[in-house]
């Protein structure tokens, strides 16, 4: 597709990973204009783009900056580079391919929102895209971008670089947080939520690195039209990830709203092997399956929640029909099982009694009374464990024995996985 | 009962860059993570000693930062193998062939996972998070190194040629 791009722009330009490629289409001009047009009128270019955070919740930007209280300082912003959620690989693309565009996003966040010290929380495993990230912030500091006195002005910023080690719950803000002041990433009672009391107890905002790598393009183009590249209700452009079974998995920045979720099968090659469509993941890991008759839902936050998902995070997982949604099911349990993070009895307990279910279950060795214990222990978590790790484990399994309820019966005493053993195994 | 002090146990470098994290964040106890990286990246694990040479550094106790350390699945408390490798097997590797790769590497490497070849040059992970490269799925990653769309053919030339170049790799 033709639509204007933001956070994909300048793809294919030149040495973008250091300071003088970007220069060179314009990067670290938006931090300029920033400065001269000063905290309030930034905030006020954010809200005009109806910008909503894409690390999950897509929590209004704008609005988030407005929590903080005022004249209380010091204020701290940390950026969610956890990536973690299954299916999700955006801000690894963002962080490898415009690793300075996240860089003078955070730096602009840090002007509007005049803090000192902005943290980049990146997840264990991606180790290079930290050393990636490392240099391109020496380098900033090189520049004058960063460390004191940013481009000639009275304002002091660090940018710190810091590597978690291994932990899903660390992307949930308040663990991060916890993780980030050296402690074990468990989660926090909210409220008070972190824009009043977050890090050492201090006014603290919490943003996606997608959601801030929007701001050079919203600060140099403008609020509005970054708002009209997408629809009134759901704004701007997002860069999805599209895998599973399709013949070009890949990220793809679309427009908002005027797209579809057949659009961006599309985009990804179709359904891979001449196969048929079964079921598709939006959002990541974390939300319900949807089918075939879903396939035409705009990627709006409303349509979506109609259909009874959620965009989450940005991911499309898609599956072909000789896929087991019980094994799929079964594996996302077992993730949530394994990073649980051990804080309160529901997750910690419900995802164990969920998964060994579960593995019964794909073995065919469960009983149908079995498969009811399954919707008791899941509605015994759901919304009774303390963040929302617990409820999300519960979301996948639960959708997807609402809309094929015949697959996880069939399992039931069949001695074996029904599905799977009829058809060839992918390799 | 005295400690012994192992500050020299570890490189000088190593304990520059412990003290350079202490300095560098708002309050020193932010240093633990990156501290404990510091002395992994130096020893390739983190014998218990090494957590009493933070804590003395950052002013906690011992059993402080080993409640933080044992939190995190990517520090080890043994020596593990020169190169670590991790199968992605969530969802999306899941739905083009991770399990018949994690099976493959396992026969052909004669590890089960988290088990350690007896070169002592791999240790082989299948129990990992989903490692973010979904769209180069089946992957696996390799140390800090993604290795993408692998069938076990692909699989085995990559971990043939990192042991082969194991010295230049070994830094
Ligand atoms: C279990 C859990 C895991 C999460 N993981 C991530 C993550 O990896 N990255 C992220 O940006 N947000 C993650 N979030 C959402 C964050 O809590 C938070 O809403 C987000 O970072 C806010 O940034 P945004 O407003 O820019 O989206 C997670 C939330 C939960 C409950």
């Known amino acids: ?427 | 009962m005295v400690e012994a002090d192992h500050t020299d146990a570890l490189n000088p470098a190593t304990l520059a860059r412990i003290r350079q994290m202490r300095d560098l964040y708002p309050s020193p106890r932010s240093a633990v993570l990156p501290a404990l990286w510091a002395i992994q990246d130096e020893l390739a694990y983190l014998p218990a000693w090494s957590l009493e040479v933070v804590a003395t550094e950052l002013g906690l106790l011992a059993g402080d930062v080993e409640a933080v350390s044992s939190f995190y699945s990517m520090y080890f408390n043994h020596q593990p193998g020169r190169h670590q490798i991790q199968v992605c097997r969530n969802v999306s590797c899941g739905l083009r062939g991770s399990d018949e790769l994690l099976r493959h590497l396992e026969n052909w490497l004669g590890v089960e996972d988290g088990g350690t070849t007896t070169d002592g040059a791999f240790t082989l992970e299948g129990t990992v998070e989903c490692l973010g490269a979904c769209g180069g799925a089946p992957m696996m990653q390799v140390d800090r190194f993604s290795y993408e769309n692998l069938n076990p053919e692909r699989a085995e030339e990559v971990l043939t040629k990192i042991r082969n170049s194991e010295p230049r790799d070994l830094d």
């Open chain 1, 1 to 427: 597709m033709d639509d204007e791009k933001v956070l994909t722009r300048h793809l294919g330009a030149p040495g973008l990973t250091t300071v003088g490629g970007y220069e060179k289409v314009g990067g670290y001009q938006g931090l300029r204009k920033a400065i001269q047009m000063g905290p309030e009128a930034i905030v006020a270019e954010v809200k005009a783009s109806g910008l909503r955070g894409r690390g999950g919740a897509a929590f209004p930007t704008g609005t988030k900056w407005g929590f903080l209280p005022k004249d209380v300082f010091p204020r701290y912003l940390c950026v969610n580079a956890d990536e973690s959620e299954p299916g999700c690989f955006k801000d690894r693309v963002l962080m490898e391919e415009f690793p300075h565009q996240l860089l003078e996003g955070v730096l602009i966040a840090a002007y509007a929102l005049q803090v000192t010290h902005a943290f980049i929380y990146i997840r264990g495993e991606y180790r290079f895209q930290r050393e990636l990230l490392e240099r391109a912030a020496k380098e900033a500091y090189r520049a004058g971008y960063a460390g004191k006195g940013v481009l000639g002005t009275k304002w002091d910023c660090e940018l710190i670089v810091h590597g978690g080690a291994g932990a899903y719950i660390c992307g949930e803000e308040t663990a991060l947080l916890n993780s980030l002041e050296g402690r074990r990433g468990q989660p926090r009672l909210k409220p008070p939520f972190p824009a009043v009391k977050g890090l050492y107890g201090q006014p603290t905002v919490v943003n996606n690195v997608e959601t801030l790598s929007n701001l050079p393009y919203i600060v140099t183009e403008g609020g509005a039209r970054y708002a009209a590249l997408g629809t009134e209700a759901s704004p701007g452009t997002r860069l999805f990830c599209v895998s599973g079974h399709v013949e070009r998995p890949g990220t793809f920045e679309v427009p908002m709203g005027k797209t579809t979720f057949r659009d961006l099968l599309e985009l990804a090659g179709g359904v891979w092997r001449g196969r048929q469509f079964k079921a598709m993941q939006p959002g990541g890991g974390s939300m319900q399956v949807l089918g075939p008759q879903h396939l035409d839902v705009p990627l709006d936050f409303k349509a979506v929640a109609e259909a009874g998902s959620s965009l989450g995070a940005g991911a499309l997982v898609v599956m072909d029909d000789s896929t087991c949604l019980v094994d799929v099911a079964s594996r996302l349990v077992d993730f949530y099982r394994h990073e649980s993070c051990g804080k309160c009895v529901p997750c910690r307990e419900g995802t164990y009694f969920e998964s060994e279910l579960m593995h019964r279950l794909e073995a065919g060795i469960a009983s149908r009374a079995e498969l009811a214990e399954l919707s008791d222990i899941c509605a015994n978590m759901e919304g009774r464990c303390f963040c929302p790790l617990g409820d999300t484990a519960t979301w996948f399994v639960m959708s997807a024995l609402r809309m094929f309820p015949e697959e996880f019966e069939s399992h039931c005493g069949a001695g074996r996985c029904p599905v799977r053993a009829g058809s060839e195994v992918a390799a």
